[in-house]
């Protein structure tokens, strides 16, 4: 029979103990407390029909319980660490940054002013530029944005509530059916003016294509 203290020294392994982490889990799995405003919190509104609105219920993420990695948000260095190439950089850029000093100094000293002010503004401006190049380097590089597209119509009922997807359909293609009846007559009118007879056949079939045409391309 083992004693407890042999039993937890058998038991609790220190190597993978003292390296292991502890991680906290939220509802759904999600690392951490859900964020989620509460219903009443919610000011963005759906239509669910009849011109009644309710507040829109947000979906879950996909990637709940993972870790975005940092590679995905800041550019990442496109050379490995301590080659050639990275050491030859750095040390032009030093090279150039004391070029600058000292093309400042001698400016400076022509024109009887003082050395040490001009060695100082031109280290401040060099430090000025590594910190724009730095922040370049921390932002993600940006894919180019898609033209931007007409903005949309926002479809209301007579009480001025939002509209569901089926009603949105229901008032769309009302508006279209009273557009072609109004194209049709009109081209209809116009051939019986023009000839001094109903068009027949053929010809009713090509003005009810041009009136479809038309409605279409929102004429």
């Known amino acids: 029979m083992k004693t407890f203290s042999q039993f937890i020294t058998e038991v609790y392994d220190k190597d993978?103990?003292?390296s292991s982490q502890i991680k906290k889990t939220g509802e759904g799995g999600r690392i951490g407390a859900e964020r989620k405003k509460s219903t009443p919190e919610r000011r963005r509104m759906?239509?669910?029909?009849?011109?009644?609105?309710?507040?829109?219920?947000?979906?879950?993420?996909?990637?709940?319980?993972?870790q975005r990695?940092?590679?995905?948000?800041?550019?990442?260095?496109?050379?490995?660490?301590?080659?050639k190439?990275?050491?030859?950089?750095?040390?032009?850029?030093v090279k150039e940054r004391r070029r600058a000093e000292a093309k400042a100094r001698i400016a400076a000293k022509a024109s009887g002013g003082d050395t040490k002010k001009a060695s100082s503004a031109a280290k401040v401006a060099s430090k000025e530029a590594e910190k724009a190049a730095t922040k370049l380097l921390t932002t993600k590089k940006k894919e180019e944005k898609k033209a931007a597209s007409k903005p949309r119509r926002e479809w209301k009922t007579d009480d001025g509530g939002g509209m569901t997807r089926a009603e949105r359909d229901r008032a769309r293609n009302k508006e279209k059916g009273a557009a072609l009846k109004a194209r049709k007559a009109e081209?209809?009118?116009?051939?019986t003016e023009k000839n001094g007879r109903a068009p027949k056949g053929a010809e009713r079939t090509k003005l009810i294509g041009l009136a479809h045409k038309a409605v279409k391309a929102g004429l």
């Open 85 to 93: 190439e990275v050491a030859k950089s750095y040390a032009d850029k």
């Open 187 to 191: 081209l209809i009118k116009d051939f």
């Open 46 to 66: 759906k239509a669910v029909g009849g011109g009644k609105m309710e507040p829109v219920e947000y979906k879950d993420r996909k990637d709940i319980g993972t």
């Open 69 to 83: 990695q940092r590679s995905t948000r800041e550019q990442q260095p496109e050379k490995e660490r301590g080659s």
């Open 16 to 18: 993978v103990m003292g």
